[in-house]
């Protein structure tokens, strides 16, 4: 994919996404993908698209968090033929886990993660949908990194810039790539 069609097929897909605002709370701008993912085709592109820089990294695990990064997360693992393994919220997960609290642009949570879903030494791409104040991808990163994985790359579909996700991820080391970007 070249860099003008890839920047094309992003403007195409940000014109698929839906802003709401006052959701989930009166002052927060919500950027909606289920318009995006209604539409087969767009899906199909964002998904190429977020998998093309990882082909040739011999990812060994694909980690999506909750629940809208197991959206890209699955089909990437396919594409990348890569093993899938979620981050979950708190008490969704059968098993013995690993557990972070986060901040979130509105709120504080937790996640957790199966404590065996990945090894010492496997390269990991951790996916999400979106890139907001990077607190969610932090504490999945140190998540993965607890468990001895080795953190390769971040893909998001989409990153708001003006709330600085990438600077919070830049003592992480790991590459990070984001296609539709908002001020």
Known sequence: ????????????????????????????????????????????????????????????????????????????AYLLDAGFAPIRKLGKLPHNTITREYRLEYATNTLEMHADAVRPGQKVLLVDDLLATGGTVAASLDIVRELGADPVGVVVLVELESLRGRQRLEPYAVEVRSFIRYP
């Open 1 to 76: 994919m070249t860099a003008v069609v890839g920047e094309n097929v992003a403007a195409s897909l940000k014109a698929k996404i839906r802003e709401v605002r006052g959701f989930p709370q009166e002052d927060i701008l919500f950027y909606d993908i289920t318009t995006l993912l209604q539409d087969a085709g767009a899906f199909h592109d964002a998904v190429d698209m977020m998998a093309e820089p990882f082909r040739d990294r011999a990812i060994d695990m694909v980690v999506a968090m909750e629940s809208r990064g197991f959206i890209f997360g699955a089909p990437l």
